[in-house]
């Protein structure tokens, strides 16, 4: 079988969105190429990266895809244009923007990537592994298992690094957690194995529902969380003593409209996903429905901020 590359340039901002778009074109996988996070690899000491230089240009993030090459080809290439222009319609920033594809012979492209992600910490305590490596727990670590070839969202990710160091302190025993666009579904196994009682994952697109909940099973957390479609909480019901957002910016402002309905008086907001120039549309925007920063930080161009309803 021949199998097409398809190619785009992005932005930082518009990468996980995009990967959502190529897994529900059918591709199996997705290989990412952020020299921002290459360059934190090479600096980290942890990988043999002699013979690649520090990037210079970190703005552009190269998204790709393999699709089989077959008579649903065509039709998955202009379907994948129109929703990457309709992201640019919604202010999702694209650019360049630049999209290619090449055709390829039959090969094992889906294990390509592996060699570029290997355990990592990204918390005090938590540790990302994936599935086919081997890692012993170090005192009171916590191991999460991953297999990012089916999906986004591994916590390399400077959105998703800095939502696993919040919630090593935000969570509880026994507390509940909503998870609101919960991708690979890793925020809420990290907030089961850190000891929360119950958890609802949820995300508007239900095509990656099967694979959070491989990734729930993979874990042995399935009794603690339930998995379902929804747009933000419109088919989430009671109250939670945590609700997480690590999206985008304007999905979060419109997250406010039903916080109120979804979130105990003492509750927390978790949100990241803020690319930079967004931080203050947020703010504002909680302001106005009564919340107020509890906590901010920023790397590599992102937010992610933890609000609280103000007294």
């Given amino acids: 079988m021949k199998w097409c590359e398809v190619s785009i340039q992005t932005t930082h901002e518009a990468t996980e969105l995009i990967s959502e778009i190529f897994t529900d074109l059918g591709a199996s996988g997705v290989v990412i190429e952020d020299p921002e996070l290459i360059n934190d690899y090479i600096t980290s000491g ?14 552009v ?21 129109n929703e990457v222009r309709l992201l640019g319609e919604r202010g999702v920033s694209t650019v360049p923007g630049i999209i290619s594809t090449n055709e390829l012979e039959d090969e094992d492209w889906s294990d390509t ?40 969202g591994t916590g390399t990710h400077a959105t998703t690094s800095m939502c696993i160091k919040e919630l090593e302190q935000l969570v509880q025993p026994g507390m509940t957690v909503f998870d609101i666009g919960t991708g690979s579904g890793i925020l809420s196994i990290i907030a089961a194995k850190l000891g929360a009682a119950s958890i609802r994952a949820v995300d508007y697109d239900d095509s990656v529902l099967k694979i959070v909940q491989e990734n729930i099973e993979q874990n042995h957390v399935e009794d603690k969380i339930s998995v379902g479609q929804s747009d933000l909480m419109k088919n989430v019901q009671g109250k939670a003593n945590l609700v997480i957002a690590n999206i985008v910016a304007d999905i979060i402002i419109r997250l406010f409209d039903q916080l109120d309905d979804h979130l105990e008086e003492d509750g927390t907001l978790l949100t990241s996903g803020i690319i930079e120039d967004r931080i203050d549309d947020v703010i504002n925007a909680a302001a106005a429905h009564g919340y107020g920063v509890v906590k901010r930080n920023e790397s590599k161009g992102w937010a992610c901020i933890t609000f609280k309803k103000q007294a």
């Fill in 61 to 81: 993030v190269t998204v790709k895809a393999y699709l089989p090459v077959n008579g649903e080809l065509e039709g998955r290439l202009q379907t994948f244009n």
């Fill in 113 to 152: 990537w592996k060699k570029y992600f290997h355990t990592e910490k990204p918390g005090d305590r938590i540790v990302i592994k994936p599935t086919w490596e081997k890692y012993t727990a170090k005192d009171n670590e916590i191991v999460v298992e991953l297999d990012p070839g089916a999906a986004f």
């Fill in 46 to 59: 942890k990988w043999d990266y002699t013979d690649i230089p520090i990037a210079t240009e970190t703005e």
